[in-house]
């Protein structure tokens, strides 16, 4: 049986996308993976390739699919607290 695989393996696609981003003008990259072998992979060599040719990488962080709101698994993504205000008359 033969096998051909038309994707280019992980390690490249992310080096590419890195370097594409940086291509299309990014200065600053922040970085969303599934958390799963496949997707984590490619963002772990997208960050290591981004801070080698100079992007500023904010996070690399895992989104939890199985939360309605999709949203980043680290409380440091988490938007900010309302604060109160008060103004003097």
């Known amino acids: ?3 051909f695989r038309p994707i280019p393996a992980d390690d490249i696609q992310g080096a590419v996308g890195a370097k594409w ?3 299309m003008g ?3 990259v922040y970085v969303l993976n599934d958390q799963e072998l496949y997707g984590k992979g ?3 060599v997208f ?4 801070k080698k040719i100079g992007l500023n990488v904010v996070a690399n962080e895992g989104i939890d699919w199985k939360q309605p709101t ?7 993504s988490a938007p900010p ?5 008060t103004s003097a008359a």
């Open 1 to 3: 049986m033969n096998y």
């Open 21 to 23: 981003a940086k291509r």
């Open 26 to 28: 990014a200065k600053k």
């Open 42 to 44: 490619i963002a772990d």
């Open 47 to 50: 960050e290591a390739t981004a």
């Open 70 to 76: 999709r949203s980043p698994c680290s409380p440091r």
């Open 81 to 85: 607290a309302p604060t109160s205000s």
